[in-house]
């Protein structure tokens, strides 16, 4: 056996390899080892990476790479050009499962993630919008990336021609704030750093009143639905009737591909539907109401209970307390599988 | 089609010959593609030696590794999105690592194994020296990666300082 043998010969296949397992934080060591190490770190790919973001705020952004979070800087030129040099000494490729875009309004932005993002490579691009303009950047990203597939969170309705201009998206959340952009920071925190989805935290913004109904006709809505494959909606589609409503839960249901469409509304908006569709509160599980079979009613304590139907191929969850009063807030989730339900 | 039964003869480079069965050798790229291209009847019993670049006490440990995972399914499924994950390391093959002496034989001979599994196209063995590697190095210090790895430090103290100042932004 070689006695002789050091990490530095071995072949550059295994090096590579190995340079795709280790952390982003044993890069930053590793290149510190050595010169050849320093040079293997710039030189090689980083890997995959479940998540991975950017996000800005009050002129700076900061960024996420895996395990791995980059303080703030200026958004100036300067500071971009810091943030590549640094990214070109660390890999030079990475991956990530899901990589979350902040997008800014400017210019600036769109050069920078041209640039930043060069050999990277995202399953899904998610973008957190919040004005028109940034709607018209991130566009032009999914533009870029052609073959990769792209969720949206909008933090505002677009005009309708462009709310419908948007390409077919894995998931659109459509929700407006009532207040400042500190309450969407807050949420998108929880959201990055703890890996939650901001769904689930509707009902909590909805009750400090921070969320508004999403005034989207329906409509616009049922075009909406035959592009995206889940929507997320900060309220019901105004003008919507129960019979639209069990629309949706047929298209739903007639698709062979997972769906899902999660409405947060007032509780006293959705029992007038499921009066019309038979189910009232006196119905027990089991019981079949009309076209709907009731699979489980709400138990106490009911402010965390569920409701959930049978409707066709479709699995209607709601959450929260359905027969509560007028500033309850639930969650109506209509879905093809019972995964999402 | 493979022949359990059918042997093949290893020649190593320091001059030893081994007998193994084709059995483990079909996990190695490097020996079927030799078999291959000596354009024999798979039939022909015995096969030609085939001479490969890794010496007797290496290919030992090669052979117990291949003999352990013989039954391994094939071709060795190619996991591009994670290959991150290095926890998933089977108990044997821990063992087998493990068990290799002291630490300073172990580094080496660990280097050896993948030399070879490199030259000999074992991409299952590859794997698993590599997360093994992988795990040794994460989550440690500067100095401790130096001392794993065998490096001696060669940059100035400028150039050190410039590095951490670089690292700096991302560390905090």
């Known amino acids: 056996m070689n006695k002789g043998m050091d990490i530095l010969a071995l072949p550059h296949v295994f090096l590579n390899k190995l340079m795709r397992r280790v952390e982003i934080k044993d890069r930053l060591r590793l290149r510190q080892t050595c010169r050849t190490f320093e040079k293997i770190v710039a030189e090689t790919n980083a890997g995959y990476f479940e998540i991975g973001g950017t996000a800005q705020r009050n ?33 030079n490729g990475i991956s990530f499962g899901k990589f979350q875009f902040n997008v800014n309004h400017s210019d600036l932005f769109l050069d920078f993630i041209r640039t930043f993002t060069d050999h990277f490579k995202f399953k899904i691009i998610h973008f957190v919008v919040e004005a028109a303009q940034e709607l018209e950047n991130a566009l032009q990203v999914m533009a870029d990336f052609s073959s990769t597939t792209f969720s949206m969170d909008l933090w505002f309705v677009p005009a309708t021609e462009k709310l419908l201009s948007i390409p077919p998206l894995e998931t659109i959340m459509i929700a407006e704030c009532q207040t400042d952009t500190n309450a969407i920071s807050t949420v998108l925190s929880m959201y990055y750093h703890y890996g939650k989805s901001p769904y689930g935290l509707f009902p909590c913004f909805y009750s400090r009143g921070l969320i508004k109904n999403t005034p989207i006709v329906v409509e616009v809505f049922f075009k909406l639905l035959t592009k995206h494959k889940t929507i997320y909606m900060g309220g019901k589609p105004a003008m919507i009737s129960s019979s639209d409503l069990k629309e949706i839960m047929q298209i739903i249901s007639s698709d062979t591909r997972e769906r899902l469409v999660s409405m947060t509304m007032k509780c006293t908006d959705i029992q007038p539907d499921l009066r019309y569709f038979g189910v009232t509160e006196d119905a027990k599980n089991g019981d079949v109401c009309g076209e709907f079979e009731v699979l489980e009613v709400p138990q106490e304590p009911l402010y965390c209970t569920s409701m959930l139907l049978r409707y066709r191929k479709c699995w209607i969850t709601i959450q929260g ?3 509560g009063s007028s500033d309850t807030m639930v969650t109506v989730n209509i879905a093809n599988c019972e995964r999402l339900s | 089609r493979i022949y359990p039964l059918m042997r093949v003869t290893l020649t190593t480079s320091d001059g030893a010959s081994v007998t193994v069965s084709r059995q483990l050798t079909k996990h190695s790229g490097f020996i079927e593609k030799a078999i291959t291209d000596m354009a024999v009847d798979d039939n022909a019993v015995p096969l030609s030696a085939v001479a490969v670049d890794v010496d007797d006490a290496t290919l030992k440990l090669v ?6 995972h013989r039954d391994d399914a094939l071709p060795y499924p190619e996991k591009t999105d994670e290959e991150r994950r290095a926890d998933d390391i089977p108990a044997w093959d821990q063992a087998f690592v493990q068990k290799w002496d002291t630490k300073e034989d172990q580094q080496q001979t660990l280097y050896a194994v993948i030399t070879a599994a490199d030259k000999l196209d074992i991409k299952g ?16 210090t500067v100095e401790e990666m130096r001392e794993i790895l065998q490096l001696e430090c060669d940059f100035t103290e400028e150039e050190l300082a410039e590095i951490r100042k670089e690292n700096a932004w991302c560390e905090n």
Do not use: P, Q
Not at chain 1, 65 to 82: C, K, V
């Open chain 2, 125 to 140: 063995l590859l794997d698993m020296t590599c997360k093994t590697l992988a795990n040794k190095i994460n989550g440690k």
């Open chain 2, 63 to 68: 052979i117990e590794w291949l003999t352990e």
């Open chain 1, 321 to 323: 307390n359905v027969w």
């Open chain 1, 59 to 91: 002129g700076t952004i900061s960024m996420s790479l895996g395990d791995a979070h980059f303080a703030s800087i200026e958004y100036t030129e300067h500071g971009l050009d810091d943030f590549l040099h640094l990214r070109n000494r660390l890999f």
